[in-house]
């Protein structure tokens, strides 16, 4: 088999790294990623996305958009989302 590196997948579609397209690629994965992981904890706690806005005192349409990877949110409201949750949050750089 004659396969592809994924990363030379990704730099063919977006570019080398550091330039502007693949940064705003790489930011909307952790977006995606984050979104990802809210949705499960909160399906986990047994919650919709109305119960947990009221919880943490903000709109189910802001849940809505940080599950989707549609909203750049602040470290201290996703810490206060996961709060919610009953979570903490771990920010490791690598």
């Known amino acids: 088999m004659n396969l592809?590196?994924?990363?030379?997948?990704?730099?063919?579609d977006f570019g080398?790294?550091?330039?502007?397209?693949r940064d705003a690629f790489e930011m909307e994965c952790d977006a995606f990623i984050i979104g990802e992981q809210?949705?499960?904890e909160r399906r986990r706690a047994g919650l919709t996305q109305e119960e947990l806005a009221e919880k943490i005192g903000?709109?189910?349409s802001f849940i809505s958009?940080?599950?989707?990877?549609?909203?750049?949110?602040q470290?201290?409201?996703l810490v206060k989302?996961?709060?919610?949750?009953g979570r903490r949050v771990s920010i490791r750089v690598l």
């Open 38 to 40: 809210l949705k499960e």
């Open 65 to 73: 958009r940080v599950e989707k990877g549609k909203a750049d949110i």
């Open 4 to 12: 592809t590196p994924i990363e030379d997948l990704i730099t063919e």
């Open 16 to 21: 080398k790294v550091g330039t502007a397209e």
């Open 81 to 85: 989302v996961f709060r919610g949750l």
């Open 75 to 77: 470290l201290s409201t």
């Open 58 to 60: 903000t709109k189910k």
